[in-house]
């Protein structure tokens, strides 16, 4: 485990000291402060609109973050050959891609809570109540970033990062989708398209933005299934990645 | 690899031949998707009648216009829109507000469905990681 | 034998081509063997398929047929890979961390838990002492290539493997990395060296294996290899003055028969060597004696 934690702190400081990582976090910021504005002009409910809209930027901003941090590691390691020294000698394969995975996983919860305190506090100076599953909602979207991050890692084994966000993004708004949602894509063939729907992840189940927004106390039990959901998920979805970054050959 | 890949395939076709699954509105009840509340249906027009009010406040805040709406608030735009909109306690149901409690964290018959597949994808995911190892190892 | 260090039977390593039609051969058949404590030049002209067959030794590539083990053992198991430096070719490292940076992280990754001392000492050897603590971005070619020294040399390892360990270096520092490869193998690393300095690997090999379009075309001692079986320099004495002569091996007896009946005294005769680069364009082109 040393290895793997040695090789995700150098991912979490080689991210750190990369521009991109901040660019994402000042334009989520910006956001939550824009939605903190716009009920001043004139929209009722404000508290309610702040959180609902807060935690969907929220939601976007760990997809963003998700590809912005992970589609790129893969491909530059590559390309740069800075993957051979690595793979080589110190570390397995398994190794490397739980390290590259745990440092972007660490920078994708710093972020997240950046942007929950920052949500509270734009609630707060607008003189609202910060609800009391605040955090645990953030820690659902966290396990959906955490997701999203293992599909980004997954497909940068095998696509080049151009199109690895155009598929990341794709199967964000696909997983959002009702069975009959998704068979209206393609009517022609229902079987195949409800079996697709029911294999593809079911991201509805990180929302609640909205009971939230309403003052809806949510079961604590919901919470653990969503997260222990989420966190099986990306455990298959790691798992996917390494299956095909094990068979792949590093010229 | 082979045997990694027919395993895979079989497993997640399995998961995907359960029938029920997220989708709220192909397994609900029709008491859960709301689709009981008709003009025609006794019961609802006795629970309409009930809930014709129009400054009962919502525990949490005040009314919830922008967000509780769906295809029937079209339907219904005559009975109940705008400000007349009656609303309830938090958790309460509402006219058309189907949508709202047919998410996940309301429809707790689904909760079943997510363990059933997180354990699943665990299994998946040991199979993934340590059978090709196993294999080679006996090979060898 | 399971004592090899490094051994390679029948290595083929197949790449496919465009949707995976056709493919092309980038080694075929390949066989040799490293022995403990040895220097092995591994030599061959551009695309021969050196780099293809270090990153199967590696691990970095699944072999399509053959088998490579280090110490008996497959490349990938752990037991072997702690014993083993790596110098990659045109390695680029991280941009935004410092030699001494990478050096702590490999060695915590590899489990040696090095003082600073050690490390600042390794980077002093590779001759980086004033870089330490300078980002890699500002680094050349030749400075990157001497970090990669250190990170190999950084676990006293038992096998090095070295690819074109001396590429992007000027002469003096040239200099510098062959003494420390000699250093390392005086301590008994056994050493796998890839490189086109036919000179650097004249210097300090003691076998090479040449390769040619993906096969092997040439194994041996450097010794046997450069000396020709069918050639002889004769130097002899002319009224105090030292003579040489080169001739075929046909003609050797009759020669010095020859030169006796003159007068003159024999002084030696040795096989005539070829220069290693004479050897290679011999063996990889068919030009040369």
């Known amino acids: 485990m040393k290895p793997v934690i040695t090789f995700a702190l150098m991912t979490l400081r080689n991210l750190l000291r990369r521009r991109t990582i901040w660019g994402i976090s000042i334009v989520i910021l910006i956001a939550l402060f824009g939605i903190g504005q716009i009920p001043s002009y004139g929209i009722s409910n404000e508290g309610r609109f702040i959180l609902d809209f807060g935690l969907f930027g929220l939601e976007i901003g760990a997809l963003l973050l998700a590809i912005g941090l992970a589609s790129n590691i893969y491909p530059r390691d590559r390309e740069k050959k800075t993957l051979m020294p690595v793979i080589a000698v110190p570390l397995s394969r398994g190794q490397y891609l739980m390290g590259r995975f745990l440092g972007a996983a660490i920078v994708e919860a710093a972020a997240m809570l950046v942007g929950c305190v920052g949500l509270m506090i734009i609630l707060v100076m607008n003189g609202h109540n910060v609800p009391v599953d605040m955090l645990p909602a953030t820690g659902l979207l966290l396990v959906e970033g955490w997701f999203l991050l293992a599909v980004v890692f997954f497909f940068s084994f095998w696509t080049s990062p151009p199109l690895n966000a155009p598929l990341t993004v794709l199967l964000f708004i696909v997983s959002q989708m009702s069975v009959a949602g998704f068979i209206k894509l393609f009517p022609q063939a229902p079987g195949l398209m409800r079996t697709l729907r029911l294999i593809l992840p079911h991201m509805d189940v ?7 927004a309403h003052g809806i106390d949510i079961p604590g039990m919901y919470f653990f299934l969503a997260m222990l959901y989420g966190l099986a998920y990306m455990a298959f979805m790691l798992s996917l990645a390494l299956v095909v970054f094990r068979n792949r050959d590093l010229k | 690899m082979k045997l990694t890949f027919a395993f895979l395939t079989s497993a997640l076709l399995l998961l995907s031949a359960c029938r029920t699954d997220y989708d709220i509105e192909e397994v609900a009840t029709p008491q859960h998707l709301g689709t009981d509340h008709n003009d025609d249906c006794v019961e609802c027009e006795d629970e309409d009648a009930e809930h014709v009010h129009t400054d009962h406040e919502h525990d949490a805040d005040t009314s919830e216009p922008d967000l509780l709406r769906d295809e029937s608030d079209e339907n219904n735009a005559s009975v109940i829109s705008g400000s007349d909109r009656h609303v309830h306690d938090a958790g309460q149901r509402n006219h058309g507000t189907g949508w709202f409690f047919n998410q996940p964290w309301a429809a707790s018959f689904i909760w079943g469905k997510m363990v059933r597949d997180s354990v699943i994808l665990l299994i998946l995911s040991a199979v993934m990681l340590f059978v090709p190892g196993y294999l080679r190892k006996r090979r060898r | 034998m399971e004592d090899y260090p490094l051994q390679v039977k029948e290595l083929q390593k197949s790449f496919k081509k465009k949707l995976g039609l056709s493919s092309f051969k980038a080694v075929d058949s390949i066989s040799f063997h490293l022995f403990p404590g040895e220097i092995l030049g591994f030599l061959g002209p551009n695309g021969a398929g050196k780099t293809t067959t270090i990153n199967c030794v590696l ?4 072999p399509s047929g053959g088998k490579v083990s280090l110490w008996g053992s497959q490349p990938a198991a752990p037991k072997v890979r702690r014993r083993i430096g790596y110098v990659p070719e045109n390695p680029d490292y991280d941009e935004l961390f410092t030699p001494f940076e990478f050096m702590m992280m490999f060695s915590s990754m590899r489990r040696l838990n090095m003082s600073r001392n050690r490390i600042y000492a390794i980077l002093d050897r590779v001759g980086l002492s ?12 030749g400075m990157k290539q001497r970090v990669s020294l250190a990170i190999a ?7 090095l493997i070295m690819d074109e360990p001396t590429g992007g270096l000027d002469p003096a520092a040239r200099k510098e990395i062959r003494d420390i490869i000699l250093e390392e193998n005086r301590r008994g690393v056994s050493v796998f060296l890839s490189s086109h300095l036919l000179s ?20 041996g001692k450097l010794d046997e290899l450069m000396r020709t079986e069918d050639h002889y320099r004769i130097e002899y004495m002319v009224s105090d003055e030292q003579e040489e002569l080169e001739i075929h091996a046909a003609l050797l007896q009759n020669t010095i028969d020859d030169l006796r009946g003159r007068g003159y005294s024999i002084i030696r005769v040795n096989p005539l060597y070829r220069s290693l680069e004479e050897v290679f364009l011999s063996a990889t082109t068919g030009v040369g004696r």
């Open chain 3, 59 to 62: 691990g970095l590539l699944k």
């Open chain 3, 200 to 219: 650097e690997v004249e210097t300090i090999c003691d076998r090479a294996v040449i390769l040619s379009k993906g096969k092997k075309v040439i194994e």
């Open chain 1, 206 to 212: 990180f929302h609640i933005k909205d009971p939230i």
């Open chain 3, 130 to 141: 004033k870089w330490e603590e300078v980002r890699i971005r500002n680094f050349s070619k």
């Open chain 3, 153 to 159: 040399l950084q676990s006293e390892p038992e096998l």
